[in-house]
């Protein structure tokens, strides 16, 4: 991924330099700032139960992970996991791919799942079933994992100067990342998301769009209207959190 | 243009395959009139429509049987053009679909169709050719006993070469199979062969012809705009199987309204198939065309060759337009200027032959009145239409985008698949790819698996045709040789568009600019209860209303038949005024390219769709005039920014004025005036904003004015008025109502509560009154919504499954409170809080005056307010929220006044009784 950025950089190489330049994250906040109200359920609550219609929520277990290897399996995602044990990335799942191994150790952990729901069910065999987020059963080797804590991410509407930022991650869970860029000639242009795993972004404060490594575009349109000449800030998103640092622009919209 | 003589033949009386001498030798005598063409040197055509011998295969065996080898007679016949339905041939169908109109016979399986043909003699030496206009999806030919060719495309003719098979001079027994089965692993749904819309028919449509031309011939004729130098340039393959070195000339005539030219090139041609590619200067008189300006050429290319052994003459004739697309910043770019799409989505319904026409009256009838609404779009979501369609676009100036018959998996892994999606997409473009009004290609409609494959069709087709803008799928993931988006977001945030709000202060300007230009993808979706009148009309259709039928039926069980038609009309109306709210909005974003209604006309499939302003015969539901339409849709629109539809009348109304012109012109010195009336026509208000000149191809604030409401002192629906020079006309209702501060005080005849508590029953077996306002969370039953049903709710049973409210106007409760017979905006801060109680169990004759409309498939009796007797008493009761920022909800305000008048009023006098079980049974415990 970071070759790619560096291929991307190198194929813009004609631009004035601010726009080549790597905006390295200087700074993060935790998510437990934009945590909605709590519910306690013994079994998993779809969104739709949780008056939640679109964005993120985060679902939390105490598992016990007894093998070394340890499958964690849905039954149902609705439309997009970051997988957590404690503060440890295992990966992401889908509806498509509803198994992960777990990389941890035996013994008991917090499971941390954070869901994105994309969008409805248009069509296909599930079109009546437009239950959001996460359903029916998860197990961690065949165990039916129980006693959840499901908390609304207040991400979409945000106001992103209430966050308060630390100069140091204090762990690996999603969360938010914060860098400051110059701008010397004031253009629409293009972010390179090139790397990061999946969020949200903003600009001096607007909000500027989505990404997803998964999509083939991995840009997002950033107009002039929103930069200021001399320093900008950029805040980051980052729901899987790829340890990716860096973010930079590009002439053109890139695609993978 | 076809040569006198084919017309001649063309128009044989009794459209019998057979070449009567008569006409022969009448085309003979034309032909020695004509020295310089010899009898050989022509095309020729023998109709081949009337009647065929026929037989059903539904074991799906002849051609595994040992029938064709014995040359049998088919034993049945039919007429073709036609489908095997209007035969009444298949499966008689004694179901009643609930998610579908019902197809009264129903044939899947290969089907065989056989006609003796004599080959003429004077054909020795021509190409020969079998043409089908449009069939699905395979067709295939024997000639005599042995099967010769196949094809399978769905979106253009199928033109079977039989040269090689047949002897002129000869008659032979051509036996056509057609096999309306899916040939490949294909979306069901797709709008080519689904029976949600147009039903999956087995048949031939269009011209049916056996055509012979001179072995030097044109195959394809493609022609490419310049409009700046006002030039085309001719792109031609030239096939020639006379194994010789030929040459000769082509010349061609470009014809149109008052334009006549021709060029003639010198051509050779050394080889079985050449290109040749001529540009031709048309000159200044060559006029553009766009929706406004729809002027349409004919060229004919008209090729004379000779070699030592013969001369050889073939024409070859395309209309085209001279137009061009260009992909701009965020608008579709037409000869260099943004035009805004304003469109409907086209799902092939045509109830009325099963399948999609091909004749120019049917489709000049749909592209007038997407005229008559203010549109210049069309989508055909998931299939591509025959050639009328684009002839009747090219004529009156709409802007298609077509698709494949691609839909949701078909890019996963399938070579199969993906070679029929290859050689469909290039048929496509080379069949249609002259009209001006193909303006935009998807390959279709939500597609998901491998995108590498949609960005290898998106590439390629861009390769092979610069004449219209490509896109790899609406509403999913983008792909690099995207030159537009169709979709319901971009990574910037939603473009749907689905329903109003009661301000207009947004848009999805911001979200719609990236790198592409971005159209509102099935924008409006609202559901209106059906009309049942319209079962009737399927008489004489292959398909019927049964589910309606079934609705209705339950309808009637349930004891309110006779509110049929008060629902379809209440939640119709509901479905007018979201649509302008929808409409408006995307005009109000300046960044965004256009919009594709979902839809004009009623989807009568995926459960049963009845969104439509027009009925699925494309007739007016009478819910909305296209003129009142067109004030929200055309060229050019006054549009209102404002903060809210309800008002104190201690507040100020103001709002910001914008005018949506992507109209012919440029508007000098426009004369925009505001005002306001009241409900008696009466104008309370008026100004004119500054006078401007407005541009072209863009949205223009042009002034804002305000207000002031203190002169209003009772309950008013106002109008505000907005009119850019006389012509341009747009108006939006408003509500003012005074402060009302004191609600809701109990009296010793009338009591408040939110409780139906030991105090209540008292009062009411004392016989007097009490006003029931439980608060929403204390009540069982559903959840309220302004808005009706999104799309359907057999598609999407999604809570709450209501379809709009249908409101006792006349009932003496709204003697104070000014509503229609139907929700509006007002209603907005009533129905956000309030619950529905579920009332089927009440008593028949009991009926709410704020009925909600219950799902047809449910259809059971809801309200949010009734009245009734209870014992001596009298109550009243309405599942409104009446604590909940109360300081907001000037409506609700307004709503508890005109109760309060009315149950202190002699007026109040419930007639039907209701038992407390049934009190008991809507609250909570």
């Known amino acids: ?256 | 243009m076809p040569t006198h003589k084919e017309k001649l033949l063309k128009n044989l009386p009794g459209k019998k395959m057979k070449f009567t001498r008569r006409c022969l030798k009448f085309a003979l005598t034309i032909l020695l009139l004509l020295p310089l063409l010899k009898a050989t040197s022509q095309t020729q055509e023998i109709d081949l429509s009337g009647k065929w011998g026929f037989q059903t295969d539904v074991m799906d065996f002849r051609r595994g049987s040992l029938s064709p080898r014995y040359n049998h007679k088919l034993q049945d016949s039919i007429i073709l053009p036609g489908i095997t339905d209007d035969f009444k041939i298949g499966y008689k169908n004694p179901y009643k679909y609930i998610d579908r109109l019902t197809r009264k016979y129903e044939y899947m399986a290969p089907a065989w169709y056989q006609r003796d043909i004599e080959i003429p003699k004077e054909w020795k030496g021509k190409r020969i050719f079998m043409y089908f206009e449009r069939t699905h999806w395979l067709s295939s030919i024997f000639v005599d006993t042995k099967e010769v060719s196949k094809v399978d495309y769905i979106s253009v003719p199928h033109n079977h070469d039989l040269t090689a098979f047949v002897t002129p001079g000869t008659k032979h027994r051509i036996t056509v199979g057609i096999d309306n089965r899916y040939q490949y692993n294909t979306h069901k749904w797709n709008h080519a062969h689904t029976e949600f819309t147009q039903i999956n028919w087995n048949g031939i449509l269009g011209e049916i012809k056996l055509v012979a031309i001179d072995p030097v011939y044109v195959d394809d004729l493609q022609v490419y705009p310049n409009i700046a130098d006002k030039s085309i340039k001719v792109k031609m393959q030239v096939r020639n199987y006379t194994k010789k070195n030929i040459t000769g000339n082509a010349s061609f005539t470009v014809n149109g309204k008052k334009y006549n030219m021709v060029k003639k090139i010198p051509v050779s041609v050394n080889d079985s198939l050449v290109t040749i590619e001529e540009v031709i200067q048309l000159g200044r008189d060559i006029k553009l065309w766009d929706e406004f300006n729809p002027n349409v050429y004919n060229i004919t290319c008209q090729l004379k060759t000779s070699s030592e052994k013969g001369s050889y003459t073939h024409e070859k004739s395309a209309t085209f337009g001279m137009r061009e697309v260009k992909q701009g910043k965020n608008h579709v770019l037409i000869n260099n200027r943004p035009v805004h799409l304003r469109g409907t989505v086209e799902n092939a319904v045509f109830p009325k032959t099963g399948y999609a026409p091909v004749d120019d009256a049917e489709w000049e009838r749909i592209m007038l009145i997407l005229k008559k609404y203010g549109m210049n779009h069309l989508r055909f979501h998931s299939w591509c239409p025959p050639k009328a369609a684009f002839r009747m676009a090219d004529k009156h100036g709409i802007y298609f985008e077509v698709e494949m018959p691609m839909w949701g998996k078909d890019a996963e892994v399938d070579e199969d698949r993906y070679n029929f999606f290859r050689r469909e997409m290039r048929g496509i473009l080379k069949e249609y790819g002259n009209h001006p009004s193909f303006v935009l290609y998807c390959n279709g409609n939500e597609i998901t698996g491998n995108f590498d494959f949609i960005e290898e069709l998106t590439s390629n087709a861009r390769d092979l045709d610069n004449r219209h803008l490509f896109s790899g799928s609406t509403a999913r993931t983008r792909v690099k040789s995207d030159q537009y988006y169709v979709s319901q977001q971009t990574n910037k945030g939603p473009v749907k568009v689905y329903e109003g709000l009661p301000h207009t202060k947004w848009d999805r300007s911001t979200e719609s600019d990236v790198d592409v230009p971005v159209i509102s993808h099935e924008s409006g979706q609202r559901c209106i209860y059906p009309n049942f009148e319209e079962i009737k009309k399927y008489a004489n259709s292959p398909v019927e209303a049964r589910n309606f039928e079934v609705f209705r039926d339950m309808l009637k069980e349930n004891g309110m038949l006779d509110q049929a038609p008060d629902f379809f009309k209440a939640s119709g109306a509901l479905t007018v005024l979201e649509y302008k709210a929808v409409i408006e909005a995307l005009l109000r974003s300046s960044k965004s390219a256009g919009f594709q209604l979902l839809s004009l006309n009623d989807f009568p499939g995926q459960g049963y769709a009845p969104v439509g302003l027009l009925d699925p015969f494309w007739d007016s539901k009478g819910l909305v005039t296209p003129e009142k339409f067109r004030e929200s849709c055309a060229p050019t629109v006054a549009l209102l920014r404002y903060a809210k539809s309800s008002y104190f009348n201690d507040e100020t109304f103001a709002g910001d004025a914008e005018v949506y012109n992507f109209g012919p012109k440029a508007i000098e010195n426009a004369k925009i005036k505001w005002w306001v009336t009241n409900e008696a026509g009466k104008t309370l208000q008026n100004g004119n904003l500054r006078k401007r000149s407005i541009g072209r191809d863009d949205v223009f604030p042009v002034g804002n004015f305000s207000f002031n409401l203190k002169g209003v002192t009772s309950a008013q629906k106002l109008t505000v008025h907005l009119s850019v020079n006389e012509a341009i006309k747009n108006s939006w209702d408003i509500w003012v109502y005074p402060r009302n501060e004191n609600l809701m005080k109990s009296t010793a005849e009338v009591l408040y509560t939110s409780m139906y508590d030991d105090k209540a029953k008292q009062q009411l077996a004392q016989g007097k009154t009490v006003v029931l306002c439980p608060q929403p969370e204390n009540v069982k039953g559903r959840t309220s919504t302004f808005h009706n049903h999104f799309w359907n709710p057999i598609m999407f049973a999604w809570k709450p499954m209501t379809i709009g409210a249908l409101i006792k106007n006349d009932h003496p409760v709204f003697d104070q409170f000014i509503t229609s017979y139907h929700t509006d905006w007002q209603w907005w801060d009533i129905l956000n809080n309030a619950r529905v109680i579920e009332m089927q169990n009440a008593p028949k004759d009991l009926r709410p005056f704020i009925q909600i409309i219950d799902s047809y498939d449910n259809n059971e009796k809801l309200g949010i307010g009734f009245e009734a007797k209870v014992g001596q008493g009298k109550l009243l009761v309405l599942a409104v929220d009446t604590q909940k920022d109360m300081a907001n909800r000037p409506a609700t305000r307004q709503l508890l006044v005109s109760v309060d008048n009315y149950v202190k009023s002699g007026k109040f006098n419930p007639k039907v009784a209701v038992e407390e079980p049934f009190i008991q049974s809507f609250l909570m415990k």
């Not at chain 1, 013994?107 to 029916?136: A, C, M, Q, W």
């Not at chain 1, 609304?152 to 969360?175: M, T, W, Y």
């Not at chain 1, 860096?246 to 002439?251: M, S």
């Open chain 1, 1 to 256: 991924m970071r070759r790619r950025i560096f291929l991307m950089t190198g194929l813009v190489f004609s631009c004035i330099f601010i726009y080549a330049q790597q905006i390295k994250m200087s700074a993060t906040a935790g998510l437990d700032q934009i945590y909605g109200s709590t519910v306690i359920s013994e079994n998993l609550l779809p969104f739709n139960e949780i008056d939640v219609e679109f964005g993120y929520v985060l679902y939390e277990a105490q598992i016990s992970v007894e093998s070394e290897d340890a499958v964690l399996e849905l039954e149902n995602v609705r439309d997009f996991a970051a997988v957590y044990v404690d503060t440890i990335v295992q990966g992401s799942i889908t509806n498509d791919e509803r198994k992960i191994t777990l990389n941890t150790a035996q013994g008991k952990h917090l499971l941390r799942i954070y869901v994105e729901n994309i969008g409805r069910i248009t069509y296909g065999p599930e079109i009546l079933d437009n239950s959001k987020g996460l359903f029916g059963r998860v197990t961690v080797d065949g165990e039916e994992v129980v006693g959840w804590k499901i908390t609304p991410l207040k991400v979409r509407d945000l106001q992103i100067e209430d966050l308060k930022f630390h100069s140091k991650k204090s762990n690996a869970l999603p969360g938010f990342h914060k860098g400051f860029f110059n701008v010397s000639d004031v253009k629409d242009t293009y972010l390179n998301m090139a790397g990061w795993g999946m969020g949200e972004v903003w600009i001096n404060g607007q909000y500027i769009g989505s990404y997803w490594e998964k999509e083939k575009l991995q840009s997002i349109q950033v107009v002039a209207d929103i930069l200021r000449k001399d320093k900008n800030e950029i805040v980051i998103f980052e729901l899987k959190n790829n340890s990716q640092n860096t973010v930079g622009f590009a002439d053109e919209p890139v695609f993978n």
